[in-house]
């Protein structure tokens, strides 16, 4: 089993649809969690980071953790063609590298 | 400077040549990360540096790469005998502090292209 699981889709939604972006992790040590947005030919960009249990709220983007089931989402309302994107969950323990999931590749259509 | 700068972009070796990659940190950043994505969405860490010191070598095969951060000069990521596997985009990610400290916010360069051929 992987550390981290995310299903890479694709995902495709009509402009301004509700997203919903989910990872799954094993390690219960992960203590820190973040989502990228990598766009085509690009690094990925830091999104959202949370420390622990619970909601982080950021304009459209809301990044939420349960540690308790292992798992971690990324909400996108009223989304827009301009976030058509690979989006990377990611997460770490004290000490360690950053691990990443695959990675899902969203896309929304105008 | 303001953001991670990877050069080349794209760099085309025969197999069993060598390739060198080069990283500029954000400046003020002391950590330095070497990530190789391969099949497009597969990220695996390579080697982590705290300033000219390796921080982190889990995830550097043992054989044919090797790493430096050298004091005014950019980090570079070097293979040896390149193989058809180590085809990838190879990035570099910079951060103010350590993993697991709470503020790794780590930014990534554009990422350098690697085709063995």
């Known amino acids: 089993q992987k550390e981290v699981e995310q299903d890479p889709g694709p995902l495709s939604v009509p402009e301004g649809a509700i997203v919903s972006l989910n990872c799954t992790y094993s390690n219960s040590a992960f203590q820190y969690f973040m989502w990228y947005r990598q766009y085509s030919r690009k690094g990925p960009e830091l999104l959202m980071y949370?420390?622990?249990?619970g909601n982080k709220e950021d304009g459209r983007f809301t990044a939420q953790v349960d540690k308790s089931s292992k798992y971690i989402s990324l909400f996108i309302r009223d989304s827009q063609p301009s976030d058509s994107a690979t989006y990377l969950c990611?997460?770490?323990?004290?000490?360690?590298?950053?691990?990443f999931g695959k990675g899902t590749t969203l896309s929304v259509s105008s | 400077g303001e953001e991670v700068a990877q050069t080349p972009k794209h760099l085309v070796r025969g197999e069993g040549q060598k390739a060198k990659l080069y990283c500029a940190p954000i400046k003020g950043h002391s950590y330095v990360f070497w990530y190789q994505q391969v099949l497009k969405n597969e990220f695996k860490f390579l080697i982590s540096f705290q300033n000219e010191n390796v921080f982190d070598e889990t995830g550097m095969p043992k054989e044919r790469f090797s790493a430096k951060c050298l004091p005014n000069s950019p980090c570079s990521l070097e293979i040896q005998a390149t193989k058809l596997e180590d085809s990838a985009v190879y990035f570099c990610?910079?951060?103010?502090?350590?993993?697991?400290?709470?503020?790794?916010?780590?930014?990534f360069g554009s990422g350098t292209q690697l085709s063995v051929l």
């Open positions: 990610a910079s951060s103010q502090v350590g993993t697991g400290t709470g503020g790794e916010k780590l930014f």
């Open positions: 990611a997460m770490i323990q004290a000490g360690t590298a950053l691990i």
């Open positions: 949370t420390y622990s249990s």
